[in-house]
């Protein structure tokens, strides 16, 4: 094959690779809306069918939601941010503090007003306060794109990741699949 020929095939791959990234930015932010934080109940928060319903999450991910709450909730550690407001009562405390960070206050501390996909505003009557959660959702499907070199060789490749399990295709003609592999991943930090 000619040298000319390798070099519009790394190209072509390449323009491909780029025009990908550009519509999955082009559309993430599309997709993208201010997210307003929810007013919850402190019992709400413990409960998978109602943080579901509430927060638009699938089933599995409101269970790992409410683990993580409910493991904060028992906790003593101390919170990383304290935040008063005046309010005459905490219900109403948490629907200020939603309000708040709705509307982007600048008294509202930056870990509060931290960009993620859903916010939580839980009422605690028992202990007097209001609890904020953020929460960052794992996106767990990617169109993936890359080169390998093996033997010498370069292969263009484009794969898909589902949860802990990738699959990539390599090619070097554009023509016929070359190399192909599937990967599962062990562990995440």
Do not use: F
């Not at 990908?20 to 402190?42: A, N, S």
């Not at 953020?134 to 080169?147: E, M």
């Amino acid at each position: 094959m000619e040298q000319e020929t390798k070099w519009r095939i790394i190209l072509a791959i390449a323009g491909a690779c780029a025009l990908c990234i550009i519509g999955g930015l082009i559309y993430g932010c599309g997709r993208e809306k201010k997210e307003e934080p929810k007013v919850l109940d402190y019992q709400q928060t413990t409960d998978p069918a109602t943080i579901q319903k509430k927060l638009d999450v699938d089933q599995g991910t409101a269970r790992e939601i409410t683990r993580e709450i409910y493991h904060v909730q028992q906790s003593d550690a101390p919170p990383g941010i304290t935040y008063y407001v005046q309010a005459p009562d905490v219900e109403a405390g948490a629907r200020q503090v939603a309000k708040d960070i709705q509307a982007g206050k600048p008294t509202v501390p930056a870990a509060a007003a931290e960009k993620t996909d859903r916010t939580v505003v839980t009422a605690d009557t028992n202990r007097q306060k209001v609890d904020v959660y953020k929460i960052n959702l794992r996106r767990t499907h990617k169109v993936k794109a890359g080169i390998m070199t093996a033997d010498g060789k370069t292969y263009g490749g484009i794969g898909y990741q589902a949860g802990k399990w990738e699959g990539m295709i390599y090619t070097r003609s554009g023509r016929k699949v070359d190399a192909a592999a599937i990967t599962y991943t062990l562990a995440e930090w």
